[in-house]
């Protein structure tokens, strides 16, 4: 049910909305970051070589830092800082936007609490300044002063607060004058942790987010009438963005809540108990409200060109990799074969891309019977998720064990990458026998996307 009106014409009649998006709402902050450094660099060469009270201050500093005397600052240095500009701006560029990236400062709509970004621009241009003197020190450059570079990083923690300030004050002007980059949400769940988002955002709208409408769960409504219903007012409402505050729905549930919204390519935030394998697991940062992980999936977009660029980056990676790797890969090669009868390989029928099965290569690990005995061994399977996992299966060479151990079984598949079978990072390819124990039809989400060499799951303790 709705709260308030049901009325589709009652967000227009409040606020202006024109519709208009900005897509790419990082590039703004990145503009003023750059546009800030930009600014100290340019404004501390002006200081330092074309003020007296510029030339005290850094012959100050350098006394403070146990420096006898400034370095000469004359015209060779001047020339070199005013024609260099370009390259040294772009290199501490390159490195600050990196760090704010580590720091979610290009994090768009992720995050509705606020963030700490003065704090975050300070933690990292001091590592930006860690670096840089790092580099002086290993390669013994004498030639660039310290306070120079110093006094750069300084000023930039200053004007980059102050112009991503101006940028925020200008979206919010644009959003509220203009109804340009309105977010239209809408809020589904009846619990005070609802109430708390709901509050949150309606005090400040954080990035222009707006909820327009609301919607109870009722625990006696089947949850396939509520999904239907959550549709229905997504697209009457025209929603970018669904939020799902219920923090005891099951992993089912949610799953899909974020198929609903991949469908309607909308973002969707989620407040659940089971979003801590996000937070706890995968180490990710996440908005916390009264305890509970608030995470953020952002909207699927369709880019044919941006898929092919990922498709052609991931090939050309599998081309250098399988070069480099061939010696090991001939080793191996030629220790299977010597430790146990059998083909080298092993070519099994995997479930790609859109359920599309394809053949993918590995390194046998097993005795070459290895196929023909798994149904005898189905009732020592230790999974419980419908896959077949035995810890010390007794299938397995010594080799294999091995090579297993440290993935090195996988490796033939860059071969399947070179073919666009797969990519480099994405969800394993399950085998066939494992596709058909699937029990519910949000299982099959798992192949909506290139299937992948590794994982997330395999680089974090496996089937523990």
């Known amino acids: 049910m709705l709260l308030g009106t049901t009325d589709p014409c009652y967000y227009s ?29 340019y404004g501390v060469l002006l200081l330092r070589f074309h003020s007296i009270w510029g030339q005290q201050l850094f012959h100050l500093m350098n006394q403070l830092i146990g420096l006898s005397k400034t370095a000469d600052m004359g015209g060779t240095l001047e020339t070199f800082y005013v024609v260099s500009a370009p390259r040294i701006i772009i290199l501490l560029a390159a490195t600050l936007t990196l760090l704010y990236s580590m720091l979610y400062m290009y994090s768009g709509r992720r995050f509705i609490n606020k963030r700490p970004v003065a704090w975050n621009i300070l933690q990292a241009n001091i590592m930006a300044l860690a670096l840089l003197f790092g580099y002086f020190y290993l390669t013994r450059n004498v030639f660039h002063p310290r306070s120079f570079f110093v006094t750069v990083m300084f000023c930039n923690v200053v004007l980059c607060t102050l112009f991503r300030n101006i940028m925020d004050s200008i979206l919010k002007w644009l959003r509220a004058e203009f109804g340009i980059d309105r977010c239209r949400a809408l809020l589904v769940g009846s619990s005070k942790e609802s109430e708390a988002i709901s509050s949150t955002i309606e005090w400040n709208h954080p990035h222009g987010i707006h909820i327009v409408a609301r919607m109870i769960l009722k625990q006696e409504t089947p949850f396939d009438e509520s999904l239907a219903q959550m549709k229905e007012m ?21 799953m899909q809540v974020l198929q609903l919204a991949d469908d309607l390519h909308v973002s969707v935030k989620v407040l659940s108990d089971t979003m801590n394998v996000l937070r706890d697991q995968q180490r990710n940062t996440v908005d916390v409200i009264h305890g509970i992980p608030f995470a953020h999936f952002a909207a699927s977009k369709i880019n044919e060109r941006l898929e092919y660029a990922r498709t052609l980056f991931s090939k050309i990676i599998a081309i250098i990799l399988f070069v480099a790797l061939l010696p090991i890969m ?55 998720t419908g896959l077949f996992k035995i810890k010390k299966d007794p299938r397995v060479t010594f080799i294999g064990r091995f090579i297993r151990r440290f993935s090195l079984d996988e490796l033939p598949q860059l071969l399947n990458v070179i073919k666009g079978e797969m990519s480099i990072v994405g969800p394993r390819p ?35």
């Not at 005898?376 to 419980?384: A, R, V």
């Not at 798992?446 to 994982?455: A, D, K, N």
Request: some cysteine; proline content about 4%; glycine content about 4%.
């Open 13 to 41: 009649a409040m606020f202006k909305d024109t519709g208009k998006r900005i897509e790419n709402l990082w590039l703004l902050y990145f503009a003023a970051d750059l546009f800030a450094l930009a600014a100290s660099y």
């Open 234 to 254: 997504a697209l009457e409402y025209g929603v970018d963005m669904i939020i799902f505050a219920d923090r005891h729905m099951p992993a089912a549930q949610i």
């Open 330 to 384: 001939l080793i191996i090669a030629i220790l299977i074969k010597i430790i146990s009868k059998g083909p080298v390989f092993f070519i099994q029928e995997r479930i790609g891309v859109n359920r599309k099965p394809f053949r993918m290569y590995k390194f046998r690990t097993m005795h070459n019977s290895a196929e023909e005995i798994q149904m005898e061994l189905e009732e020592f399977n230790e999974s419980s």
């Open 430 to 464: 399950l085998p066939k026998r494992d596709f058909e124990n699937y029990y519910e039809e949000w299982h099959y989400s798992r192949h909506s996307g290139m299937p992948g060499l590794t994982c997330l799951w395999q680089v974090s303790g496996r089937s523990d």
